[in-house]
């Protein structure tokens, strides 16, 4: 036993020199340690969430997306899926010069073609409320509020998008899997798909 007492005391007698030089790694080691668990508790967060509301945040169970028109076998089966009880949506995304007849004003705007079924989950926000359902009754359009800006237009005026027509019948505040910052390339339009 007094081997090991021995040692105890030859350690704390050499530990005089090195005790703040231990503190100081046991605190960079213990900051270390509670970084670590605070990142991964936060992914965990993260991934949690993202799984609870990912069909919401995409607007649907799954999406298909393609810079070009798709083959004609993928097509052929998107078309058939419908025949299988399947829900589709389609959207279409182009960019286009949008003007505004009475004042000439002319903007690059980032179009979406949406068919009447387009977001299967989550809420469209628009200004005046409940506006979403009317964009499929006619030559509608629904526009970011930026672009009612840079046009020094307002709701209720015609919107030309290459010779088509439509009413600005109101504003996009909120899309489920549409983000906001793609109006950064151009304010977005919604127009209804059967007119592209």
Same mark, same amino acid.
């Given at each position: 036993?007094? &081997?090991?007492?021995?040692?105890?005391? $030859?350690?704390? +007698?050499?530990?005089?020199?090195? +005790?703040?030089?231990?503190? #100081?790694?046991?605190?960079?080691?213990?900051?270390?340690?509670?970084?670590? =668990?605070?990142?991964?508790?936060?992914?965990?967060?993260?991934?949690?969430?993202?799984?609870?509301?990912?069909?919401?945040?995409?607007?649907?169970?799954?999406?298909?997306?393609?810079?070009? %028109?798709?083959?004609?076998?993928? %097509?052929?089966?998107?078309?058939?899926?419908? +025949?299988?009880?399947?829900?589709?949506?389609? =959207?279409?995304?182009?960019?286009? $010069?949008?003007? =505004?007849?009475?004042?000439?004003?002319? +903007? *690059?705007?980032?179009?979406?073609?949406?068919?009447? %079924? *387009?977001? /299967? *989950?989550?809420?469209? %926000?628009?200004?005046?409320?409940?506006?979403?359902?009317?964009?499929?009754?006619?030559?509608?359009?629904?526009?970011?509020?930026?672009? #009612?800006?840079? #046009?020094?237009?307002?709701?209720?005026?015609?919107?030309?998008?290459? /010779?088509?027509? /439509?009413?600005?019948?109101?504003?996009?505040?909120?899309?489920?899997?549409?983000?906001?910052?793609?109006?950064? #390339? &151009?304010?977005?339009?919604?127009?209804?798909?059967? *007119?592209?």
């Amino acid at each position: 036993m007094s &081997g090991f007492s021995g040692v105890g005391a $030859m350690a704390w +007698r050499e530990s005089r020199n090195g +005790r703040r030089r231990l503190l #100081l790694f046991m605190s960079a080691i213990s900051a270390g340690v509670a970084a670590l =668990v605070a990142i991964d508790s936060f992914s965990s967060n993260v991934t949690r969430s993202v799984r609870q509301q990912s069909r919401t945040l995409l607007g649907g169970d799954i999406a298909f997306s393609s810079r070009r %028109e798709f083959p004609a076998t993928v %097509e052929r089966i998107l078309d058939s899926l419908p +025949r299988s009880g399947i829900r589709v949506s389609r =959207v279409t995304t182009f960019g286009s $010069m949008a003007t =505004v007849t009475h004042t000439e004003g002319t +903007r *690059y705007a980032q179009i979406r073609a949406v068919t009447a %079924e *387009y977001p /299967f *989950y989550g809420v469209i %926000e628009t200004t005046p409320a409940r506006r979403w359902p009317e964009l499929h009754r006619g030559r509608n359009a629904l526009v970011d509020p930026s672009l #009612l800006i840079s #046009l020094d237009a307002n709701v209720g005026d015609s919107l030309s998008l290459g /010779f088509t027509r /439509f009413a600005i019948i109101g504003t996009i505040e909120s899309v489920p899997g549409d983000p906001g910052i793609t109006a950064a #390339l &151009g304010p977005r339009v919604f127009i209804p798909a059967q *007119y592209i």
